[in-house]
């Protein structure tokens, strides 16, 4: 696919920029530039095109408003020492990308195809990559179905997208956050699109995180949809439990059994954890494994992850059987200490032994 770059004929000022990079927030503000690329059926997939950010439009009866064929990725951008840019594990959101364009019957992009258009979307805006550790430009790649009718079938055009957005951390890392174990409510069952990254799972999940803040909580824990027992994620993240304390404790996730989504910050942890000296472990745990646990002081951290916190501690659980607080409620200091590696590992201040920053032409 060949990138065409058209560059805004009217982007926001060095020094209004440099203001909104200053205190991004999350999804706040969005860079000048965007990428679009079009597929039809009959001809495929046309250039890519880098142009000034602005709305799109489509027919009232594009498929995507009626069926909801759409998929996104998340993925960021992060400062170096020396200046330059980098992208973390790029080819890893390409192929789930991918995976996910199956599972919803949308044209499958090639994967460097996919690597390339954000990576020129990166080098356009550059200027709007924060600085500071633990900020980045917050990438969000999606592909909706484009074709106008009302016929109950896959869609023969479809319309693949890019934008960005400058981002502070999505939570505050120095405070765990509550959550709510809904028992009333599932994300995905087997079978269902919880290995795909759809806006389906994200706007079904609403009503739960609404029941959360209700319930005084900042998220909300999915459990299996069958027994209403086995944990499964943390809103739109992975969790991970800490079994024991020091350099022996295991660092255990749910494993992926078709529901879950497969993180790539989730994988990155696994591998991390190791290189730390930690045992990793994938498996089931149940919410009455996770109170005894708690209780009995063998799970001694908790934590969630994903591409927008990286690393979310989680402090208190609530569940209409009870709560119960792991430790004392803090950030724990393995959790830190994971953070804190992959954080360097993305700024580059530690080595990146594993091939995951992809460095932006500028």
Known sequence: MKINVKPSSNPVSPADREKMVAEPG?????????????????????????????????????????YGQEIFEGMKAY???????????????????????????????????????????????????????????????????????????PSNKALFAVIA????????????????????????????????????????????????????????VWLDAKERRWVEEMGGMNLYFVKGRGKDATIFTPKLTGTLLPGITRDSILTVAQDLGYKVEEGMISTDEWRDGVASGEISEIFACGTAAVIAPVGTAKSAHGTWVTGDGNPGPITMEIRNHLLGVQHGTIADKHGWMKKVSL
């Open 165 to 220: 957005t400058p981002a502070a951390a999505y939570f505050n890392s120095a405070k765990a956050v509550t959550v709510w174990i809904s028992t009333e409510y599932v994300r995905a069952a087997l079978g269902g699109t919880g290995e795909a990254k759809c806006g389906g799972n994200y706007a079904a999940s609403l009503l739960a995180q609404q029941q959360a803040a209700q319930q005084g909580c900042d998220q909300v």
């Open 79 to 153: 400062s170096q020492p020396d200046g330059s840019i980098a992208l973390f594990r790029p080819a890893a959101n390409g192929l789930r990308f991918a995976k996910s364009a199956a599972r919803i019957t949308l044209p499958e992009l090639p994967v460097d195809d996919f690597v390339n258009a954000v990576e020129a979307l990166v080098k356009i805006d550059a200027g709007w990559v924060p600085r500071k550790i633990g900020e980045s430009l917050y990438i969000r790649p999606f592909m909706i179905a484009t074709e106008v009718g009302l016929g109950v079938r």
């Open 26 to 66: 999350f999804g706040k503000y969005f860079t000048d530039h965007m990428v679009t690329a079009e597929w039809n059926q009959s001809s495929g997939w046309s250039d890519v095109n880098v142009h000034a950010y602005g709305p799109i439009s489509l027919d009232p009866a594009a498929m995507v408003f009626h």
